[in-house]
Structures are given as C-alpha cells and as structure tokens.
Nanobody, 121 residues
Framework: QVQLVESGGGLVQAGGSLRLSCAASGRTFSSDAMGWFRQVSGKEREYVAVISWSGTSTFYADSVKGRFTISRDNAQNTVYLQMDSLKPEDTAVYYC??????????????WGQGTQVTVSS
C-alpha cells in the first residue's frame, strides 16, 4: 500500500517558520517529481511547489517564491517544504503528492492526508 505521510504543521506567528516533511512508503518516488499543494476550506486546492526527481529543478507558485524552499532526500523517500516569513494568507491544509507531471497530479497519483498550517497575525 502506497502512503504519503505529512508532518510538521502547526500554529506559528506571522514572520515565523515551519518545516513540513512528507515520507513516502510502499513504493519509491526517486524517479518522479514530487510536490506540495495547499487548500483553504471552500477553495480549490492550489499548487505550491514542485521538485524534479533529481532535485536539480524546482518550481514555485508566485505567492511563495522567495519564502518557501522545496527539497528532497531520495535515500529517505522524503520531500520537504521549508516555509519562512510566513503570512496569515499561508494558512491552509498542506498536502504532498507524487508523481507530478506538468505541475499537476495525474489520475494515478498519490496524495497525503494533509497537515494543517495556521499563521496568526
């Protein structure tokens, strides 16, 4: 059974930092792009960041560029999202997903259960 398990969410003040982790099990994603998405209640899920299989290419939504950093450890089958200079508008449930194609998760992709990030003003 393939699972993606996120951790590291929580409550933080504006300007603070959090580091999210997503550990995959059941199969390796070392040959796949992986990514982070987020969703606010009542709104569509949106793309946040994607990293190539090798880690050499990264892509970010304009809203998080310069503040968030995505990275991965293929030996640990894990992807990370370092979030700095957090803003209240970053409050959402954050999901990791793989594999990613064209900044989207395909119909055979996998999603984690999500982790809540709340940024207070």
């Amino acid at each position: 059974q393939v699972q993606l398990v996120e951790s590291g969410g929580g409550l933080v003040q504006a300007g603070g930092s959090l580091r999210l982790s997503c550990a995959a099990s059941g199969r390796t994603f070392s040959s796949d792009a992986m990514g982070w998405f987020r969703q606010v209640s009542g709104k569509e899920r949106e793309y946040v960041a994607v990293i190539s299989w090798s880690g050499t290419s990264t892509f970010y939504a304009d809203s998080v560029k310069g503040r968030f950093t995505i990275s991965r450890d293929n030996a640990q089958n894990t992807v990370y999202l370092q979030m700095d200079s957090l803003k209240p508008e970053d409050t959402a449930v954050y999901y990791c997903a793989a594999p990613i194609q064209g900044l989207r998760v395909g119909p055979r992709g996998y999603w984690g259960q999500g982790t809540q990030v709340t940024v207070s003003s």
